[in-house]
């Protein structure tokens, strides 16, 4: 009877733990969704009558400009990210490119070529190398820009491609003092590639169509997001200059600024376009570095923004931003936790009702065909574009993001615990059509992972979820453990792919 009477009361314990992690992770998805919504009503609302146009200078009063190229073994760009650079449609006297290359590797044979031709071209392009790649991308910049002859400096990564009027639509805003940094939205050289590279642009654009431009709208803080922005270099003087302590050093820097008053731009209209990474090795490469980055500084800023003093809502959207990663923990729990709490509910029915209200989380999901629908009309114009570009995308984009969270809260959880940084880079190719001959351009080939073996796990464990499913009769959870088998399929399917 003793025995009995444990085995019930270790029983009573487990569902309440099950249930309450459940809970949590509907709560987590909740709260996200509170932010999102919000800024989804300014975009739906407001985006179309708001417009911003940087003033112009007079021909004469044009503003010394540097561009910046961080690059460390770009062998595959860095030709094409110089050329783009010394095209562009600005004073030649007040321009000056700085190619910034912490290269092991023929790159810096490449860049001193480019170098030498745009020099006997009219177009100063200046080389800062360095021996020891210290502190990563944020070291290179700290270390170039004391060597910048720029009062601006427009940062472009090696995959990107600005077009050549980007300067002469952005530089303008700097006109108030009180700017620091104009950022622009980063459009997709690649996207047609894949179903990878489709699903990234959806990622990638939700935020810069959506999110970053309600920001602006609603005046609340904004992110320079390291690529496609510049900088007045008297902020970044201002502010302590580039920091390493994080590898996401561009939200490190816009969070430091704002906080110290420095005006931002977020300006939707000018794009410049950048290559999508092709595997999915290479993407997942490129998340964890970001996803790290975010825990750094969430561990940096939490409480600094806590506690400083700005407007109600710019304040919870400046907390939102810094956050919101956190709905990747939330549905990791929904996720895991939905197996054991399908099965109690068999055996005790009043989490029957307790479950009613808490999957009404789970219906945020549908969330996700409207936005499809919204930034598809960016890619599409007709009606009939527009539904063959949805379809196309919206799949892939379910299938990519549905598998994510487990490996992205294992990157967040690194931020917070493990101080050694390492900054992975994301291999580039200078691809835009499988036609072209990017398949050697790979930096070297990448082992699996250990977190790769366990989707393969996940897979084999929502396949015995379906199989619970049936086994209880209970289908309230059969639709989104399809969804789970099918997404952490596709994420280990593809981790094997070179190509």
């Not at 760009?77 to 010394?86: F, L, M, Y």
């Not at 360095?130 to 004391?146: C, D, M, P, S």
């Not at 499809?372 to 892939?396: C, D, G, H, N, V």
């Not at 086994?471 to 399917?493: N, R």
Request: aromatic share 16%.
């Amino acid at each position: 009877m003793y025995f009995l009477l444990n085995q019930i009361l270790v029983l009573d314990i487990l569902i309440y733990v099950f249930l309450f992690l459940y809970t949590i992770g509907a709560l987590l998805i909740t709260v996200y969704s509170i932010g999102f919504y919000h800024l989804l009503f300014l975009f739906v609302f407001k985006h179309k009558k708001y417009k911003r146009l940087a003033p112009q200078y007079e021909d004469d009063q044009w503003p010394f400009v540097t561009v910046q190229i961080p690059m460390y073994n770009e062998k595959a760009v860095a030709k094409s990210i110089i050329d783009s650079c010394a095209l562009l449609d600005y004073p030649k006297d007040k321009l000056e490119i700085q190619v910034i290359d912490d290269s092991t590797d023929e790159t810096l044979e490449i860049v001193k070529e480019r170098a030498t031709f745009w020099n006997e071209n009219g177009i100063n392009v200046t080389i800062v190398h360095r021996e020891k790649r210290e502190g990563f991308k944020a070291g290179a910049l700290q270390h170039a820009t004391q060597f910048a002859k720029g009062d601006f400096l427009a940062i472009f990564d090696a995959d990107f491609r600005p077009n050549s009027d980007f300067l002469k639509k952005t530089v303008g805003y700097f006109i108030d003092s009180k700017v620091a940094v104009v950022q622009t939205r980063w459009g997709h050289l690649n996207r047609e590639f894949s179903m990878l590279t489709r699903a990234q642009s959806l990622l990638h654009d939700g935020f810069f169509i959506i999110e970053q431009q309600a920001r602006e709208i609603g005046g609340y803080l904004l992110r320079f997001n390291g690529s496609a922005g510049i900088w007045r270099k008297e902020t970044i003087s201002d502010i302590g200059g580039w920091s390493s302590d994080t590898i996401a050093e561009d939200h490190d820097m816009c969070l430091k600024a704002q906080l110290k008053g420095w005006k931002f731009i977020y300006d939707f209209h000018v794009v410049a376009r950048a290559e999508l990474p092709l595997t999915m090795t290479d993407f997942k490469i490129q998340q964890h570095r970001w996803t790290k980055g975010r825990g750094q500084n969430i561990k940096k800023y939490f409480w600094k923004l806590l506690k400083a003093d700005l407007k109600p809502m710019v304040k919870f959207h400046a907390m939102f931003d810094l956050i919101n990663v956190f709905v990747l923990v939330g549905i990791l729990l929904l996720s895991l936790t939905s197996i054991p709490v399908a099965l109690f509910i068999q055996i005790n029915p009043v989490i029957q009702k307790v479950m009613v209200y808490l999957t009404i989380s789970l219906i945020n999901v549908l969330i996700l065909p409207w936005i499809t629908w919204l930034i598809m009309e960016q890619y599409a114009s007709s009606k009939t574009e527009r539904i063959k570009e949805f379809f196309k995308t919206l799949f892939p984009f379910i299938l990519t993001i549905v598998g994510l969270p487990f490996f992205l809260t294992v990157s967040l959880l690194d931020g917070f615990f493990n101080k050694k940084s390492f900054f992975y880079r994301t291999s580039k190719h200078s691809s835009v059509s499988k036609a072209l001959p990017w398949k050697g351009n790979l930096y070297k080939p990448s082992e699996l992972s250990v977190i790769t073996w366990f989707e393969g796990f996940f897979v084999l464990f929502f396949i015995g979820a379906i199989v619970a499913d049936f086994s209880v009769g209970f289908f309230g959870f059969l639709p989104y453990h399809l969804l789970l088998t099918i997404s952490y399929s596709f994420l280990f399917i593809q981790s094997f792919k070179k190509v």
